[in-house]
Each structure stands twice: as C-alpha cells, then as structure tokens.
C-alpha cells in the first residue's frame, strides 16, 4: 500500500506539471494575439505605425496590387481616346517619368491616345498616408530617334527609328510599315485617320526610306532639308508619320523631330550639349543596359511629373549634324 500511495502521489505532481505547462502557453498566445489585434486597430485608426517594418511590410503589400494589364500599349483607331486603368482601383498618388505620358494624378489612368508614343516611362504610385514610391515600367509603342551628335565627315550619317524603347528590336513591318505616311485613304476608310496635307518629310528634303524609317541624313542636307546653303546654327522641325504592322494594326502614328545643322563640332553651344545631355538620360531603353529602377530616384521622377513638366523634355528629339 505504501508503495502504491508513492506512485499515486507522483503521477499527480506530474499531471499537475503537464496542467500548469499548458495553461501558462495557453495565457501566453492569448496575450500576444490580444497585443496583434490592438495593433492592428491602432494602424486602422491612425493610418500611421511607428513600426517601420510593418510600415514596410504594408507598402509591400499594396505595391503587389500595383500593376496595369500589359506592359506594351499600342495605339489603336478608337471612336475615343484609348484610356488604359490599374487593374486595381488603389488609393494615392499617381505619376510617370519622363513627360510626355498623359497620366491622371489620381486614380492612373494612362490616356494612350494622348501621350508619347516610342518611349518607355517609369509610372510611380505612392499609397495614401505613406510616403513610399511603387514602380512600373509602361512602354508605349512606336518610334524614337536617338538625341545625338552625327559628323558627316567620311560618313554618310544614318538615324535608325529605335522601336519599342528596345535599340535591339527592329519594328513589326511583317505586313508592310509605312514611314511618312500622307494625306491618302491607303486603308479605304475615308481621310479622318489620314495626317493633314503637306506634313510629309520627304518631299521637304528629309532622305528617309519609307519601309523602315531610317535617314539618310547626308543627303538630307543635300537635298535641301534645312535650306540650299546652311549657316551653323541652322535648325527645323519635322512631323514623322507613319503605320506599323504591329498589334497597333497601322493605326496613325506620329513622332516630332528636329534637325540642327554646325559647320563643326566645335560649333556646337555648350548650353546646346547640355540640354542634349539632359534629353538623353530622360530616354529609358528596353535593354537590360539602362533604366533599372534603382537607378533612376523616387524624388527624380516624382517631381518631374508632380510639377507638370521639366523645362527639357525628351520630345522632340535633337539630331544634330556637323560637317566635321
């Protein structure tokens, strides 16, 4: 009997143990999801957490939701603009850099028919009462030329359109591209989606082909594109359009660009190559080599839509020429 009564007394210190163990676990979890749920109505409360990991862990999440339905748009022949939405309806400000996508500050709608077509842009959203900036890259199809510096000396100089932001991608001319399109009903649906008379470049000198866009920009001068007998400093404004066999299905398509003309390089105003330069790191290209988003700043692209516009903007582009 003494033996069994031991026995008895140690089973119940042991079960009493166990008992104590799991009611502290129990006080403990209840406790910690009491802590959870206060915070969580203290963040919904205030809109603020003084947290920065849970700051960052909520801006995460709402950067995920961030997102359009495609990353190419093409223009397309619509009774009304083509208007592209977030895929999800957020709450915050909305921006893109650089200028020239027409983008509504508050709720990013991106407005494809009004914007800059051939240029890759950075769209920026930052989520209400944050001051965190989520990023998307959004192209918007067609052509660029490149802002540069072409001497013609032993060289006959050739502008090659680059498409899609991507130098490495030649345009979608599958079924036929038309560079310099004019005033003529080629698609057979009467003159509303033709360019307006006397806008082509070629017959204004420029050299270019109209199966690819490229110029010959030697002849162009001597074929009288900036004048018989330039002087330095010489410059002009040309309207480009044309129709892609993309998934844009020919629709119009335009691009503005200007052509200097300097007897030298030396010729060319410092403030000139400045503005050149300025214009150049503007252009994001599709090419793995530049616009990766940590290397352009939040408070550079955010500002530069914020105000409106920068005083030098990407369009139109600048092809400058010099004899030597």
């Known amino acids: 009997m003494h033996l069994f009564a031991n026995f008895k007394n140690k089973l119940m210190k042991r ?6 163990c799991l009611a502290t676990t129990a006080l403990l979890v209840l406790a910690c999801n009491k ?8 963040l919904n ?3 603020n957490n003084s947290n920065p990991s849970a700051t960052s862990l909520t801006t995460t999440s709402i950067c995920d939701q961030f997102a359009y ?12 603009d083509y208007i592209v939405k977030p895929v999800k309806a957020l709450s915050g400000t909305f921006g893109a850099f650089p200028d020239g996508l027409k983008i509504n500050s508050l709720n990013g709608n991106i407005d494809i028919t009004e914007s800059e ?7 920026w959203f930052v989520p209400a009462n944050t001051t965190d900036t989520c990023k998307k890259f959004i192209t918007v199809s067609g052509i660029n030329f490149t802002d540069s510096i072409y001497v013609l000396a032993n060289n006959p100089g050739i502008a090659t359109p680059v498409y899609n932001a991507n130098p490495l991608t030649a345009p979608d001319c599958s079924s036929g591209c038309e560079f310099d399109d004019g005033h003529d009903d080629d698609d057979g649906d009467g003159f509303a989606d033709e360019p307006v008379k006397g806008q082509q470049v070629i017959p204004q000198g420029i050299a270019m082909s109209k199966s690819t866009g490229a110029i010959n920009l ?3 001068l001597l074929n009288g594109a900036l004048g018989a007998n330039p002087a330095s400093g010489t410059y002009k404004d040309f309207q480009l359009n044309y129709r892609i066999s993309d998934k844009s299905a020919k629709t119009l398509n335009k691009i503005a660009f200007r052509l200097y003309f300097y007897k030298t390089k030396a010729d060319i105003p410092a403030s000139l190559k400045r503005e ?8 994001l290209l599709d090419d793995d080599s530049s616009a990766d988003d940590h290397k352009i700043s939040s408070t550079t692209s955010s500002t530069t839509a914020r105000q409106g516009a920068g ?14």
């Open 311 to 324: 005083e030098i903007k990407c369009r139109p582009p600048y092809i400058i020429v010099t004899q030597q």
């Open 276 to 283: 050149l330069a300025t214009k150049q790191s503007q252009v």
């Open 45 to 47: 409360n205030t809109g």
């Open 15 to 20: 079960y009493l143990f166990i008992f104590s």
């Open 35 to 42: 802590e959870t749920a206060y915070r969580a109505t203290q």
């Open 69 to 80: 339905p495609d990353t190419i748009f093409f223009p397309a022949e619509l009774p009304n």
């Open 218 to 220: 030697k002849k162009s």
């Open 117 to 123: 077509t051939g240029l890759r842009y950075i769209v």
